[in-house]
């Protein structure tokens, strides 16, 4: 069963994940407001983040799961989930600071 996540429950969990620096979605939040984006649901702040290149779908989806976690793995952050096996997940990942992906 989905939940639905506030708007202010989301945005708490986008902090928390680490996905997006707080002062970056502060500024996106500010200029989603000026061009009048629905900022009332959490669906439409994540398509906005998506659609600027903040968030992935991937990333989208799980955030409104409410889940906040795991998207972090060292120096990696996940973008998105290639393939599951019996024993293994794959994800497409991007080195925090080089901006790398592998």
């Not at 994540?46 to 955030?63: I, M």
Request: aromatic share 6%; proline share 1%.
């Amino acid at each position: 069963m989905a939940i639905k996540l506030t708007v202010e429950s989301f945005l708490a969990g986008v902090r928390q994940s680490g996905l997006i620096d707080p002062e970056q979605l502060d500024a996106r939040l500010r200029k989603f407001a000026k061009e009048q984006v629905d900022l009332t649901q959490a669906e439409n702040i994540a398509q906005a983040l998506v659609n600027c290149g903040d968030l992935t779908d991937w990333q989208s989806e799980k955030l409104l799961q409410g889940k906040f976690k795991g998207f972090l793995l060292g120096r990696y952050r996940l973008k998105q989930l290639l393939g599951r096996g019996e024993m293994s997940s794959i994800y497409l990942a991007e080195h925090v600071r080089m901006k790398r992906r592998c």
